[in-house]
Every structure is written in C-alpha cells, then in structure tokens.
C-alpha cells in the first residue's frame, strides 16, 4: 500500500469530554450524539456523580464521548470525587467540549474553572439549550466566549438535535488520526450493572423530593442475565432510618412504584423482562466516608484515599 491510501483509509479516534456546570445538558447532549440514552438526565442539578461513556463509531470515526459530573464548589466528600473525576478527564481527554447554557445568558465560570479548562488539548465551547434562549443571550454567549477563551461557540439544543450534526463534524475534524479505541459495535465501556444502578437513581429523582434523591446510591449486587425474566437485585443506599422510611412508604406503597418505574427503564435498556429485587439499607453518611464511598466505587483524589 502507498502512503497516500493510506492516509485516505486512515480512521480518526479519541476521547471527547463533556464539562461544564450542573444542569447545562451534558448527559442530554452525550445521549443525543450517541442516539443511545445512556447518562441519566433530569431537570435537577448534581445529576451524574461518575464519568459515564458514551462510545459512537461512525464513517471511520469513532468518538469515545465521557460525560462528567457538573463542576460543582465542594461540600461533601462526595462532592470532591466529582471534582476529582471532572478535573481529570479535561486533562486526559483529546476534545474538552465546555457547556454552557444558552438560556442564562454570559455564563459566571469562575477564574479557576477557566484556568481548568485552558488546559484541554482541545477546547471547543458548546452553547447548549438555543431553543429556548433569547437572541440576546446567546449573543452574550457568544461574546464570552471570545472574550475568556478566544473560543467561537457552537450553538446546539441537546434537546431538539438542532447544530449538534455540525459540532459532530466538528469535533470529528480535531480528533487525531488513530485506529479506533473500542469494537466498532460497542456503545459504552461500562458494565450494564453499572446502568441499571442509574436507571434506578434516576428514577428516585423522579419520584422522590428534597434531599432524598441526593442522600442515596444505587448498587446492582446481583444480576443474573440467564434467568426468565433476569433477575437483578439492587440496593438502595440511603443515610438515615428516616430516609428509609420515605422510599419505602406506608405498606411499601412508594417503593412499589419505584421499582415498578424504574423496572420499565431497565427492561427497555437490557430489552428483556427483567424482575427488580430493591432492597434499601442505611449506611449513615456515605457521602462524607471515605471508605463508604471507595465500596460504592467513587474515585477520591489521592490524598483523601483509604
Ligand atoms: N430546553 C432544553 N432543555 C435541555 C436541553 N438540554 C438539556 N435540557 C434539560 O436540562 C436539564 C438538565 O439536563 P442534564 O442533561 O441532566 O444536565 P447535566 O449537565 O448532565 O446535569 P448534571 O449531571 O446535574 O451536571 C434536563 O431537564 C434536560 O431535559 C436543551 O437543549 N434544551
Ligand atoms: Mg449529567
């Protein structure tokens, strides 16, 4: 073979991260370029807690898309295992993708976050949610992000697909020339376990209000494929007796319709009937626990491991 068909026949492959504020449309807008829902999306902030790929194989590109929890001032130790995971993928990933939403007008990204994504390999700067954003608010968009980081935005709604084909190419032309990453045919890297376990938290996000949908964590324990239906016991961790007793409800009534809800979820994921076995237990202040929160398989920055 010559150089020159093989430069034609090269393919392109990378990792493409998506950042940005809570409740910008991250997750929305990794699920609209994987036209696949994968990353659980609802109207509250603090949503994804842990990187979730997305992987998409197309006309010999393939983008390995991963999504980030929102960028957020810590609180908890589980605050700072979502810092820890967003930092990180800007440093390693080759297309940092910064989201901004449109609607809100010149985003207020502070120094230090504007400090964090300069250092991406590639930065382009996503203005997401046109659709319901005023001319003048997407023209403040525009001028910060030249201003702050001599970007030129591209305009998309996660929500209605409109210039998301655009910046599809256009993150595609930036992406280096390399055989691909995964198998063609695979959408994500993660274990379906680990998606069932978000379907379920999603869908207390749904149900529940306040702080119980922040104060719990979902595991499947066990996940038995093979039988009819497929049987998949997951737990549903909470902080305090008294947030056991809201998910579970008078007479398990509320628990009832949660995994009745969250069954359909997982079915339409798996594509088979599945039986949902919940089960919820207190593990008091998991989200302050060091090793609590290395068990349910979060990432801690170095010096906070145990
Ligand atoms: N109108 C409109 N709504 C959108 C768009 N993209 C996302 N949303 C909505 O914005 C809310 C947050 O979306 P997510 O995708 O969960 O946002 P996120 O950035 O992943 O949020 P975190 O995971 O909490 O950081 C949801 O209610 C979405 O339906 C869009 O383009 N237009
Ligand atoms: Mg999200």
Known sequence: MTQQTDAQNATRAGTVALVGFPNVGKSSLMNRLVEQKLSIVTPLAQTTRERVLGIDTRGGVQMVFIDTPGLVDPRYLLHRAMMHEATEVIGDADVVLLLVDASRGEPQLREDVLELVRRAK????????????????????????REHLNADAAEVSAETGEGTEALRARVAERLPESPFLYPE?????????????????????ELYEKEVPYSVAVKVEEFRENAQPVYIRAVVFVERPTQK?????????????????????????????????????????????????????FTLPEEQRK
């Open 122 to 145: 590639i930065l382009i700067v996503v203005s997401n949610k046109i659709d319901v954003a005023s001319d003048a608010d997407r023209a403040a968009v525009r001028r910060w992000a």
């Open 245 to 297: 007793a809201i998910l579970i409800g008078s007479g398990g009534s509320a628990i009832k319709r949660l995994g009745q809800a969250a069954r359909l979820k997982v079915e339409e994921f798996v594509g088979a009937p599945v039986y949902l076995d919940l089960w919820v237990k207190v593990l008091p202040k998991w989200r302050k626990s060091p090793l609590e929160l290395q068990r349910l398989g």
């Open 185 to 205: 045919e695979d959408v994500s890297s993660q274990p379906v376990r680990f998606f069932v376990a978000e379907l379920v938290r999603e869908t207390i996000f």
